[in-house]
């Protein structure tokens, strides 16, 4: 069975007001669940759930299925921005730890196609 990669990551809140604040966020991949899923948890327990390759595909140009949406900003930031009844929910991470997260989930990957049966 292969492990869950969790990382943690710093993300600032973007809001209407000119103050940004930060929160830590739990990066969760578990491949025996679904090997196409990442997970954004937040304080308070707010989940995000998408897949890996809009994660990846949004740290090179922009992209969005369903109610997320994705895009670089500069060479070293994400924003994420999600789409809820409630409202629009906008999130800015450095990129480094999300490299590193994605950069686990494709080695994860690759040992378990490459794992004798």
């Given at each position: 069975?292969?492990p869950?990669?969790?990382?943690?990551a710093?993300?600032?809140?973007?809001t209407e007001a000119?103050?940004t604040f930060?929160?830590?966020?739990?990066l969760?991949?578990?491949?025996?669940?679904?090997?196409?899923?990442?997970?954004?948890?937040?304080?308070?327990?707010?989940d995000w759930?998408?897949?890996r390759d809009l994660?990846?595909?949004?740290?090179?140009?922009p992209t969005g299925?369903?109610a997320?949406?994705?895009?670089?900003?500069?060479r070293?930031?994400?924003?994420?921005?999600?789409?809820?009844?409630?409202?629009?929910?906008v999130?800015?991470?450095?990129?480094?730890p999300?490299?590193?997260?994605?950069?686990?989930t494709?080695?994860?990957?690759r040992?378990?196609e490459?794992?004798?049966a």
């Amino acid at each position: 069975m292969p492990p869950v990669i969790e990382e943690q990551a710093e993300a600032r809140l973007i809001t209407e007001a000119t103050d940004t604040f930060s929160v830590p966020v739990d990066l969760r991949y578990d491949a025996a669940v679904d090997p196409r899923t990442v997970h954004l948890t937040f304080p308070g327990g707010t989940d995000w759930a998408f897949g890996r390759d809009l994660l990846e595909g949004g740290l090179h140009s922009p992209t969005g299925h369903g109610a997320i949406r994705i895009w670089p900003c500069g060479r070293a930031q994400l924003v994420v921005e999600r789409h809820s009844p409630d409202g629009v929910e906008v999130v800015q991470f450095d990129n480094a730890p999300l490299i590193r997260f994605l950069d686990r989930t494709h080695g994860e990957t690759r040992k378990s196609e490459t794992a004798p049966a």
